[in-house]
C-alpha cells in the first residue's frame, strides 16, 4: 500500500512532510548512530547552524551512547528506527512491538525520555503496522525528499537529488550509518552544498518536532 494513501488514512499518524508555508525544512538521518560517520555530520551541522533529526537503531543507539548524547546535547531531534532494522510488513505485530519498545528503552536508557518519533526501515507500512504504532503513541515520520545516499553516491549526485526536489516544508532522507562495508562520505560532503543553497535561499534547518510543532517525547 503507498504511504501517501496511509498518510491520508491515518493523517494524526503518519507525516510525509511539513508546512509548505514554512520556510522551514527537516534534514533527517537514519540507520545510526555510526561511529564513523555521525560525528562527522555532527561537526557539518554544528558548522552551519543547523537542527537535524535521526532516527536510531536501538542496538547501535546501545553499543554508542556517547554519540547519542552527543546529537541530543547539541539541539537535534532523537526518533526510533527499531532495534535490527526489519521490514516491518515481514514481521509479525509482537515482533514490531518488540522492536519498537526495545529501542525506546535503549534512548530512554542514555537521554532520560521515550521518544513519539518514528521511521520503519525502507519506509516499508502497512496498515496495521500503522495501528500498533499509533497505539504506542508514535508520529510516523516519512519524508517527501530521498537523497538516494544509500546508493553511496558521490556528494554532487547527492545533492542535486536533495536541491531539486527541496521545497519549504520538506522532509530529507539521508543516512549517518549502514551497513558496515558503506562509504557514506558522499552524504557528509553533499551537506556542504545542501545546506548552504538552501540557507541563502531563506529556508531554516529545523527538527522534525520544530517543523510540525509537536513534541519530541510522549
Excluded: C
Aim: hydrophobic share 45%; charged share 20%.
Amino acid at each position: 500500500i503507498a504511504n501517501s494513501i496511509l498518510q491520508r488514512e491515518f493523517p494524526n499518524i503518519v507525516v510525509l512532510r511539513g508546512p509548505l508555508d514554512s520556510n522551514k525544512v527537516a534534514l533527517t538521518f537514519d540507520d545510526g548512530p555510526d561511529i564513523r560517520f555521525t560525528p562527522q555530520v555532527l561537526d557539518v551541522l554544528d558548522q552551519y547552524q543547523a537542527k537535524a533529526t535521526f532516527f536510531l537503531m536501538g542496538a547501535r543507539a546501545a553499543e554508542h551512547s556517547q554519540i547519542v548524547q552527543r546529537i541530543y546535547n547539541e539541539g537535534h531531534a532523537i526518533g526510533n528506527h527499531t532495534y535490527w532494522h526489519p521490514n516491518l510488513v515481514e514481521e509479525n505485530l509482537d515482533r514490531i512491538r518488540w522492536e519498537v519498545t526495545a529501542t525506546e528503552d535503549a534512548i530512554e536508557q542514555i537521554l532520560g525520555f521515550r521518544t513519539r518519533l518514528f521511521r520503519p526501515p525502507y519506509g516499508a507500512l502497512n496498515r496495521d503496522v500503522v495501528q500498533l504504532l499509533g497505539e504506542l503513541g508514535y508520529s510516523v515520520i516519512l519524508w517527501d525528499v530521498d537523497s538516494l545516499d544509500w546508493r553511496q553516491l558521490g556528494a554532487n549526485v547527492t545533492a542535486d537529488n536533495v536541491l531539486a526536489n527541496a521545497e519549504s516544508g520538506s522532509i530529507i532522507l539521508m543516512h549517518d550509518g549502514g551497513d558496515w562495508t558503506m562509504d557514506l562520505s558522499g552524504t557528509v560532503n553533499a551537506l556542504h552544498e545542501i545546506i548552504p543553497t538552501l540557507q541563502g535561499e531563506g529556508i531554516d534547518f529545523v527538527t522534525i518536532p520544530q517543523l510540525l510543532n509537536i513534541a519530541q517525547a510522549k
